[in-house]
């Protein structure tokens, strides 16, 4: 990428492009959408993952936890309060949906996403927050409502999560200007929601960062790295 920091909308789906045709390789899930009123379009992902809550009651407390039992062990008479000491695990499966779109404002991919339970009720911002890893919750606690907003989709019309491209820049002009120094082919999208996707529950697997490796021509292919296809293969 020959660009510094900034790159404009064709070289922005240049990239995707790139990105979307090693993801349908792996079956990683991600695709090309367009808006039917206009010729905007952004890449996509929707994935579940499964969130476990669970609470413990120690000896000498009082515990009334309530659980799922069987009906022959829920008939079973109660242990002394001064023994009980209960593990309780729930486990809910919640929705994500990942949209990568292109900013004008700032000139630079902006992620958007939105998680709900299967039963179609949102999770709030205070618990996209809660849900944020402790590796990151450092970094961004000066400022999460800052990094982490609800807005409006700009194709879609409907309410997601954003995490802010203010600080994109900052973070991403370092690893371009390395790239160029050793001249090495970087895909930015890849490099990009590689950093950012794993502060919102979104992992890329490592066979992204090898392919590009794989598209500068290197001689020391190995086995389990993945030819890549010309864009109008895709």
Known sequence: ????????????????????KHSQKIGDGWEW????????????KTQFQIKNRTAVSHRGTSAR??????????LEPPLDDFEVTETTTATE????????????????????????????????????????????????????????TQQEH??????????HPCKTNEFMTPVLKNSQKFNRNVNYITSWLSMVGPAVGLNLPLSYARAAFQDEGNVDRQDSFIEPKS???L
């Open 33 to 44: 959408r367009t808006s039917k009123d206009c010729s905007d379009g952004y890449m996509c």
């Open 231 to 233: 864009l109008e293969e």
């Open 65 to 74: 936890v309530q659980t799922c039992l069987p009906m022959e062990e829920a």
């Open 154 to 163: 700009p194709i879609l019309g409907q309410p997601f999560f954003v995490l």
């Open 93 to 148: 499966v919640i929705k994500y949906e990942y949209h990568v779109l292109y900013s004008c404002s700032y000139q630079v991919p902006v992620l958007y996403f939105r998680a709900s339970f299967l039963d179609g009720s949102p999770l709030a911002l205070k618990d996209i927050w809660e849900g944020v890893h402790e590796c990151y919750k450092t970094r961004l606690l000066h400022g999460p409502w800052d990094t982490i």
């Open 1 to 20: 990428m020959e660009e510094d920091e900034f790159f404009g909308e064709e070289t922005f789906q240049h990239y995707c492009a790139e990105f979307i």
